[in-house]
């Protein structure tokens, strides 16, 4: 057995209410287990809820999964597990408050779970490597970051972004050409922009 799985992965929590309301304000009140390497997090809109993307880049079998947290408790609720996920990086949710969408990494795909029953219910396939996605405030398209993967240019050697019509779950429209290894995004409140940071070759001064 691989020792690396004997290990325990933790998400911490920060506190961040004003002192007003906590006696000890900015400070780490629950640490709760999740699964291997957790890379993303998403909070539901009421604050009950959250997934995690537990990425497992140490490639353990069976250990790509999400894992859904109890809020009120500050306890896991569930993991899910699921055939399409590879590497699953980030955590999205839609702004109709359903589904919550899961960046698979290492792969060409992005998973939808039901956030009402926790199941999936979708892929959106055609990436390459998506590692970040954000969605538009009217809750009809998402950009999505490609840095790169297996299936296609090889991890970190990714330049595009690409646009997705949630109503019917396709990539639509041509890639927006970025610059190398797109890393993260943000769309600006009023979703007149998307603004895109890459990471390029590693060296200094050349992110962008």
């Not at 991890?155 to 890639?175: E, H, Q, W, Y």
Request: proline share 5%; hydrophobic share 35%; charged share 10%.
């Amino acid at each position: 057995m691989n020792h690396i799985s004997k290990k325990n992965y933790f998400l911490g929590f920060l506190f961040l209410l004003s002192a007003p309301l906590c006696a000890q304000p900015n400070t780490v009140v629950a640490t709760i287990n999740t699964g291997i390497t957790p890379a993303g997090i998403a909070i539901t809109h009421d604050n009950h809820k959250a997934y995690v993307a537990n990425n497992n880049n140490y490639g353990i079998a069976d250990q790509d999964s999400v894992t859904v947290l109890d809020l009120k408790n500050n306890t896991v609720m569930t993991t899910i597990h699921d055939d399409s996920f590879n590497q699953p990086y980030t955590v999205t949710l839609g702004n109709k408050r359903k589904n919550a969408y899961v960046t698979n990494s290492n792969s060409t795909t992005i998973t939808i779970i039901d956030t009402k029953t926790n199941e999936v219910t979708g892929v959106i396939d055609g990436f390459d490597g998506p590692s970040g996605m954000v969605i538009t405030p009217n809750g009809k398209f998402a950009y999505v970051n490609n840095y790169g993967g297996p299936e296609g240019v090889g991890s970190g050697n990714g330049t595009i972004v690409r646009i997705v019509d949630l109503k019917t779950n396709t990539i639509i429209g041509n890639p927006i050409t970025v610059g190398q290894a797109p890393a993260a995004l943000a769309i600006s409140p009023n979703g007149k922009f998307v603004y895109v940071i890459n990471y390029v070759n590693g060296n200094p001064d050349t992110g962008t």
